[in-house]
């Protein structure tokens, strides 16, 4: 088992390195979401109850944004240096480097986005309960905007104005973790209960756990013809 | 049945179906204008009017026919995407890209057709209904369907990276669809059903359906006529259209 | 036949501007997408190399 694993462990270990060594970008990712967020009362008002409604919506939108920030730079500086190649080539299995890429990715953009989201949440006078259920939505909602961003991240590599593209590309495939996650929230409110909004989003988790490594693996085998 | 086998692999090279492809063009382009023609004339002089929308309804007949047919070439891309990349089949891609510009035409015209006919029926160019905003959505996946391919220099790089896509894409058109009604149902505030009409006359549904056919061959006419483009472009230097691609 | 006169066909029964714009928009882009097609297929057989035969 953990033979299996070593290849993944170690992309992980080698990205986790690199950005401990680029310390700025994480940072970046970090700040960006907080400014974005405190953005939104400043452009909508002070108004206490129309903010706790709009807040899981803005941090999630937050979120996604964010964690596109960090997608451009995904596998662009390993294609460059032709590591992503030999990776390619390597005996170990590709699917697994690249899934230890992602989950690498997620760690350095999205582990913050979700430690941080309380302390946004409760700018935006969020109850304690919500902040719970805030707070674990994006847990099991991040790393599948990881996950989903990596293939558009494989897709786009290396092609012209990629960055916009990427977004393109991405963001429609994110409706639906944002609907179910910001949805949580409001559900709970409505007096709905929130398990149904997060077994879905953990559903979608696996789904693109299973998925979404192997398809990148596919594009950027075809990016690296 | 090995015969038939045999015809499918020689038409799938891309110098045996351009001049097929030719041939198919002016008939279909026939069938679009007699098929357009027929469902008109229903939908115009023979359809009745509806008892609660009036005359209003009758944006039916081409808002339902472009819908199918969005959500129908985007299902159609998917199975050219995955031929492609299952036979690594040359045409398979051309098709996919030959399709995608129409069936962003057509996504195009549900809005527009949609919001034209909301406006009167309920009030407002715009509502969040599910239908309406996976549809979109599905505008959305189009154009970035076009935008990657566009990007692409290399025309097999493009082919697959627009396969994978259009196949991520296709696997992500019902959970999108599903996401958005589960968020329409939980915002009750615009929840108005487009459609409800339960006693639909047979006329209006023999109007849309002749419509709908319409759009399906003017799809064909147009998908053919862009893959014989896209044939050309990428082989401008082979042998066989220096020879013989001029009819 | 419900239309008595061509007037009140264009009318469409108070409806004219939204089912007349649905239908104009879906024929101007059915219209817009041949021609652009027609425009692209003129540009390649200009560069083809024998375009004796071309019409």
């Known amino acids: 088992m953990s033979n299996f694993l070593t290849p993944f462990l170690q992309a992980v270990r080698r990205d986790l390195l690199l950005a401990a060594r680029h310390k700025t970008e994480v940072i970046t990712a970090l700040f960006f979401f907080v400014i974005v967020v405190n953005l939104l009362p400043l452009g909508i008002g002070p108004d206490a109850d129309l903010l706790r409604k709009i807040a899981p919506g803005a941090l999630w939108i937050g979120a996604l944004l964010a964690t596109l920030l960090g997608l451009q730079r995904l596998f662009a500086p390993d294609h460059q240096d032709g590591t992503l190649e030999q990776m390619a080539l390597s005996p170990q299995s590709f699917t697994l480097l690249i899934a230890g890429k992602i989950m690498a990715h997620w760690l350095v953009s999205g582990l913050p986005v979700v430690l941080i989201a309380p302390l946004l949440g409760v700018q935006f006078d969020l109850p304690a309960r919500s902040l719970g259920i805030l707070t674990l939505s994006l847990l099991l909602g991040t790393p599948i905007l990881s996950l989903i961003g990596a293939v558009g991240a494989a897709l786009t590599l290396g092609v012209r104005g990629s960055g916009v593209l990427l977004s393109l590309l991405i963001l429609p495939l994110y409706i639906p973790a944002l609907i179910f996650g910001a949805g949580a929230v409001e559900a709970d409110l409505a007096g709905l209960g929130f398990e149904g909004h997060l077994s879905l989003l953990g559903a979608l988790l696996l789904a693109s756990i299973v998925f979404a490594p192997w398809v990148a693996t596919v594009a950027l085998r075809v990016a690296l013809e | 049945m090995s015969a038939s086998l045999f015809n499918w692999f020689k038409f799938a090279s891309p110098a045996s179906f351009f001049p097929l492809a030719g041939r198919l063009v002016p008939w279909f382009a026939a069938a679009t204008l007699v098929l357009a023609a027929a469902g008109l004339w229903v939908g115009f002089a023979v359809a009745p009017t509806d008892a609660q929308q009036g005359e209003g309804y009758r944006i039916i007949f081409v808002h339902v026919p472009a819908s199918w047919m969005s959500m129908f070439i985007y299902c159609v891309m998917a199975f050219w995407s995955a031929l492609g990349l299952s036979f690594n089949t040359r045409l398979s891609g051309m098709m996919t890209s030959a399709l995608a510009p129409t069936g962003a035409l057509f996504a195009f015209l549900s809005l527009w057709t949609g919001s034209l006919w909301g406006k009167p029926m309920w009030g407002a160019w715009w509502v969040w209904d599910a239908r309406l905003t996976s549809q979109l959505i599905l505008f959305f996946l189009y154009l970035g369907f076009i935008a990657l391919q566009a990007a692409i220099?290399?025309?097999?790089?493009?082919?697959?990276?627009?396969?994978?896509?259009?196949?991520?894409?296709?696997?992500?058109?019902?959970?999108?669809?599903?996401?958005?009604?589960?968020?329409?149902?939980?915002?009750?505030?615009?929840?108005?059903?487009?459609?409800?009409?339960?006693?639909?006359?047979?006329?209006?549904?023999?109007?849309?359906?002749?419509?709908?056919?319409?759009?399906?061959?003017?799809?064909?006419?147009?998908?053919?006529?862009?893959?014989?483009?896209i044939i050309l472009e990428r082989e401008l230097t082979s042998e066989w259209v220096k020879k013989n691609a001029m009819e | 036949m419900q239309w008595n006169s061509w007037s009140e066909f264009w009318a469409m029964g108070g409806y004219g501007l939204y089912v007349w714009g649905s239908f104009g928009a879906c024929l101007l882009g059915m219209l817009i997408e041949p021609w652009l097609l027609l425009r692209r297929r003129r540009a390649i057989q200009a560069r083809l190399p024998h375009k004796e035969s071309a019409q």
């Open chain 2, 153 to 229: 220099d290399d025309p097999r790089r493009a082919d697959k990276a627009g396969a994978i896509l259009a196949l991520v894409g296709v696997v992500n058109v019902p959970i999108i669809y599903f996401s958005v009604q589960w968020w329409n149902t939980l915002h009750q505030g615009a929840s108005v059903s487009m459609t409800k009409a339960p006693s639909m006359a047979h006329t209006m549904l023999l109007g849309m359906l002749l419509m709908a056919l319409a759009f399906w061959a003017y799809t064909i006419t147009m998908a053919l006529i862009r893959v014989r483009c």
